[in-house]
Protein backbone atom coordinates (compact mmCIF):
# COMPACT_ATOMS: atom_id res chain seq x y z
CA UNK A 1 0.00 0.00 0.00
CA UNK A 2 1.26 3.40 -1.04
CA UNK A 3 1.07 5.39 2.53
CA UNK A 4 2.78 9.04 2.83
CA UNK A 5 2.98 11.66 5.03
CA UNK A 6 2.50 15.01 2.99
CA UNK A 7 3.71 18.25 4.37
CA UNK A 8 2.24 20.98 2.54
CA UNK A 9 3.64 25.02 2.64
CA UNK A 10 2.67 28.31 0.83
CA UNK A 11 5.83 29.62 -0.29
CA UNK A 12 7.42 32.54 2.32
CA UNK A 13 6.59 36.08 1.80
CA UNK A 14 7.46 38.18 -1.19
CA UNK A 15 7.53 41.86 -1.65
CA UNK A 16 4.52 41.59 -4.28
CA UNK A 17 2.81 40.43 -0.93
CA UNK A 18 3.81 42.83 1.03
CA UNK A 19 2.65 45.64 -1.57
CA UNK A 20 -0.64 44.27 -2.04
CA UNK A 21 0.65 43.38 -5.88
CA UNK A 22 -1.26 40.44 -8.04
CA UNK A 23 1.95 37.96 -8.26
CA UNK A 24 0.34 34.40 -10.45
CA UNK A 25 2.68 32.23 -12.41
CA UNK A 26 3.67 34.73 -14.38
CA UNK A 27 5.57 36.79 -11.82
CA UNK A 28 9.05 34.77 -11.08
CA UNK A 29 9.86 36.81 -7.50
CA UNK A 30 11.88 36.48 -4.59
CA UNK A 31 11.28 36.26 -1.54
CA UNK A 32 11.86 39.05 0.95
CA UNK A 33 13.86 39.25 4.26
CA UNK A 34 10.37 38.28 6.45
CA UNK A 35 9.93 34.97 3.74
CA UNK A 36 13.03 33.60 4.23
CA UNK A 37 12.90 34.49 8.26
CA UNK A 38 9.75 32.61 7.97
CA UNK A 39 11.39 29.69 5.91
CA UNK A 40 14.45 28.99 8.47
CA UNK A 41 11.80 29.19 11.44
CA UNK A 42 9.48 26.35 9.12
CA UNK A 43 13.46 25.09 9.13
CA UNK A 44 14.16 25.02 12.54
CA UNK A 45 10.59 23.57 13.27
CA UNK A 46 10.66 20.89 11.15
CA UNK A 47 14.17 19.63 10.06
CA UNK A 48 13.72 16.44 12.15
CA UNK A 49 11.31 15.10 9.78
CA UNK A 50 12.86 12.21 7.49
CA UNK A 51 11.57 14.04 4.29
CA UNK A 52 12.32 11.78 1.03
CA UNK A 53 12.10 14.25 -1.16
CA UNK A 54 10.78 17.85 -1.71
CA UNK A 55 8.54 19.08 -4.64
CA UNK A 56 8.17 22.72 -5.59
CA UNK A 57 6.58 24.80 -8.22
CA UNK A 58 8.81 25.72 -11.21
CA UNK A 59 8.93 29.45 -9.70
CA UNK A 60 11.49 30.41 -7.34
CA UNK A 61 9.88 31.86 -4.47
CA UNK A 62 9.07 27.86 -3.79
CA UNK A 63 12.98 27.07 -3.72
CA UNK A 64 13.93 29.69 -1.81
CA UNK A 65 11.04 28.84 0.74
CA UNK A 66 12.70 25.22 1.04
CA UNK A 67 16.25 26.21 0.74
CA UNK A 68 17.37 25.19 4.46
CA UNK A 69 16.34 21.80 3.52
CA UNK A 70 18.25 21.40 0.32
CA UNK A 71 20.94 23.22 1.86
CA UNK A 72 20.43 19.83 4.12
CA UNK A 73 20.56 18.07 1.38
CA UNK A 74 16.73 16.67 1.12
CA UNK A 75 16.62 16.37 -3.18
CA UNK A 76 14.08 18.93 -4.92
CA UNK A 77 12.38 18.50 -7.69
CA UNK A 78 10.70 21.20 -9.41
CA UNK A 79 7.28 20.65 -11.15
CA UNK A 80 5.42 23.64 -13.08
CA UNK A 81 2.18 21.97 -12.58
CA UNK A 82 2.48 23.38 -9.33
CA UNK A 83 2.92 26.51 -10.53
CA UNK A 84 0.11 29.71 -8.84
CA UNK A 85 -2.75 30.01 -11.09
CA UNK A 86 -2.20 32.62 -13.76
CA UNK A 87 -3.47 35.78 -13.05
CA UNK A 88 -3.34 36.72 -16.82
CA UNK A 89 -3.35 40.68 -17.48
CA UNK A 90 -3.54 41.00 -13.70
CA UNK A 91 -0.24 40.09 -12.80
CA UNK A 92 2.31 42.38 -11.91
CA UNK A 93 -0.54 44.77 -10.92
CA UNK A 94 -1.13 46.66 -7.84
CA UNK A 95 -4.58 46.33 -6.39
CA UNK A 96 -6.61 49.00 -7.59
CA UNK A 97 -10.27 49.42 -6.33
CA UNK A 98 -11.43 48.75 -9.40
CA UNK A 99 -9.15 45.58 -10.07
CA UNK A 100 -10.28 44.46 -6.16
CA UNK A 101 -14.01 44.45 -7.40
CA UNK A 102 -13.47 42.28 -10.54
CA UNK A 103 -11.31 39.80 -8.43
CA UNK A 104 -13.88 39.38 -5.86
CA UNK A 105 -16.27 39.44 -8.78
CA UNK A 106 -14.59 36.62 -10.19
CA UNK A 107 -14.28 34.84 -6.70
CA UNK A 108 -18.25 35.06 -6.78
CA UNK A 109 -18.63 33.81 -9.77
CA UNK A 110 -16.33 30.10 -8.48
CA UNK A 111 -18.31 30.04 -5.36
CA UNK A 112 -21.04 29.66 -7.68
CA UNK A 113 -19.63 26.71 -9.55
CA UNK A 114 -18.27 29.15 -12.03
CA UNK A 115 -14.74 26.83 -12.15
CA UNK A 116 -14.66 27.31 -15.47
CA UNK A 117 -14.67 31.07 -15.99
CA UNK A 118 -11.03 32.56 -16.42
CA UNK A 119 -9.24 35.54 -15.59
CA UNK A 120 -8.56 37.66 -18.13
CA UNK A 121 -5.57 36.39 -20.25
CA UNK A 122 -5.25 33.67 -17.44
CA UNK A 123 -6.51 30.13 -16.08
CA UNK A 124 -9.82 29.31 -14.61
CA UNK A 125 -9.50 27.47 -11.61
CA UNK A 126 -10.26 24.21 -13.88
CA UNK A 127 -7.58 24.28 -15.91
CA UNK A 128 -5.20 24.25 -12.69
CA UNK A 129 -7.07 21.43 -11.55
CA UNK A 130 -5.70 19.45 -15.09
CA UNK A 131 -2.30 20.45 -14.70
CA UNK A 132 -2.06 19.76 -11.58
CA UNK A 133 -3.62 16.47 -11.99
CA UNK A 134 0.02 15.39 -13.62
CA UNK A 135 1.69 16.23 -11.42
CA UNK A 136 0.03 15.26 -8.61
CA UNK A 137 -0.04 12.02 -10.44
CA UNK A 138 3.73 11.59 -10.60
CA UNK A 139 4.29 12.38 -6.98
CA UNK A 140 2.17 9.71 -6.20
CA UNK A 141 3.71 7.05 -8.01
CA UNK A 142 6.63 7.34 -6.08
CA UNK A 143 6.31 4.48 -3.67
CA UNK A 144 9.95 4.42 -2.21
CA UNK A 145 8.44 8.26 -0.87
CA UNK A 146 6.71 7.70 2.43
CA UNK A 147 7.48 11.68 3.81
CA UNK A 148 7.52 14.24 1.52
CA UNK A 149 7.33 18.04 1.96
CA UNK A 150 5.54 20.44 -1.14
CA UNK A 151 6.46 24.07 -1.56
CA UNK A 152 2.92 26.07 -3.56
CA UNK A 153 0.85 28.88 -3.72
CA UNK A 154 -1.94 30.29 -2.33
CA UNK A 155 -4.95 29.80 -4.73
CA UNK A 156 -3.00 26.41 -6.12
CA UNK A 157 -2.92 25.32 -2.43
CA UNK A 158 -6.78 25.83 -2.59
CA UNK A 159 -7.68 23.89 -5.61
CA UNK A 160 -5.09 20.77 -4.83
CA UNK A 161 -6.54 20.69 -1.26
CA UNK A 162 -10.14 20.57 -3.07
CA UNK A 163 -9.02 17.47 -5.42
CA UNK A 164 -6.94 15.83 -2.42
CA UNK A 165 -9.97 15.64 0.07
CA UNK A 166 -12.85 15.55 -2.19
CA UNK A 167 -14.19 18.84 -1.71
CA UNK A 168 -16.20 20.59 -4.64
CA UNK A 169 -13.95 23.30 -6.42
CA UNK A 170 -16.43 25.97 -5.47
CA UNK A 171 -15.58 25.27 -1.81
CA UNK A 172 -11.86 26.12 -2.20
CA UNK A 173 -12.05 29.39 -0.34
CA UNK A 174 -12.64 26.87 2.56
CA UNK A 175 -9.10 25.98 2.72
CA UNK A 176 -7.45 29.53 4.25
CA UNK A 177 -3.95 30.35 3.91
CA UNK A 178 -1.38 32.36 5.16
CA UNK A 179 2.53 32.54 4.21
CA UNK A 180 4.52 29.68 5.22
CA UNK A 181 1.71 28.08 6.28
CA UNK A 182 1.35 24.18 6.56
CA UNK A 183 -1.11 21.56 5.53
CA UNK A 184 -0.10 18.46 6.99
CA UNK A 185 -1.75 15.26 5.33
CA UNK A 186 -1.88 11.25 5.81
CA UNK A 187 -2.70 9.30 2.96
CA UNK A 188 -3.86 5.73 3.99
CA UNK A 189 -3.34 4.50 0.39
CA UNK A 190 -7.21 5.37 -0.43
CA UNK A 191 -7.76 8.44 1.18
CA UNK A 192 -6.41 11.81 2.47
CA UNK A 193 -6.72 12.64 6.22
CA UNK A 194 -5.87 16.20 7.04
CA UNK A 195 -3.93 16.32 10.41
CA UNK A 196 -3.27 20.08 10.51
CA UNK A 197 -5.05 22.98 8.77
CA UNK A 198 -3.48 26.40 7.69
CA UNK A 199 -1.12 25.89 10.30
CA UNK A 200 1.38 28.47 11.92
CA UNK A 201 2.57 27.85 14.85
CA UNK A 202 6.28 27.74 13.85
CA UNK A 203 5.77 31.30 13.09
CA UNK A 204 4.51 32.73 16.09
CA UNK A 205 7.56 33.31 18.75
CA UNK A 206 8.95 36.09 19.08
CA UNK A 207 12.04 36.92 16.51
CA UNK A 208 14.72 40.17 16.60
CA UNK A 209 14.39 42.51 13.63
CA UNK A 210 17.07 44.23 12.25
CA UNK A 211 16.15 47.45 14.05
CA UNK A 212 16.30 45.18 17.70
CA UNK A 213 12.94 45.49 17.70
CA UNK A 214 10.94 41.96 18.54
CA UNK A 215 8.49 40.76 15.81
CA UNK A 216 6.40 37.88 14.79
CA UNK A 217 7.15 36.00 11.79
CA UNK A 218 3.28 35.29 11.22
CA UNK A 219 1.75 37.76 8.58
CA UNK A 220 -2.01 37.66 7.15
Known amino acids: MNTKKIYI ?8 NLKGIVQGSGVDS ?10 QAFFDRYQTVPFDKIYTSALKRTRESVQPFMDAGVPTVAL ?10 KEGQ ?3 PEEDAYYHWMLQQWREGQTHHRIEGGESPEDVTHRQGEAWDHIMQQTNERTIL ?6 ALRILLCRLLQYPL ?14 QLDFT ?32
Not at 80 to 89: A, M
Not at 150 to 155: A, K
Not at 170 to 183: A, G, S
Request: proline fraction near 1%; glycine fraction near 8%; include cysteine.
Open 9 to 16: IRHGQTDY
Open 30 to 39: SLNDRGRAQA
Open 80 to 89: SGLNEISWGT
Open 94 to 96: SIT
Open 150 to 155: VCMHGR
Open 170 to 183: RQMDTFEHQNLCLY
Open 189 to 220: GTLFAIKKHNDVSHLTHRVQTAAGVPSSLLTT
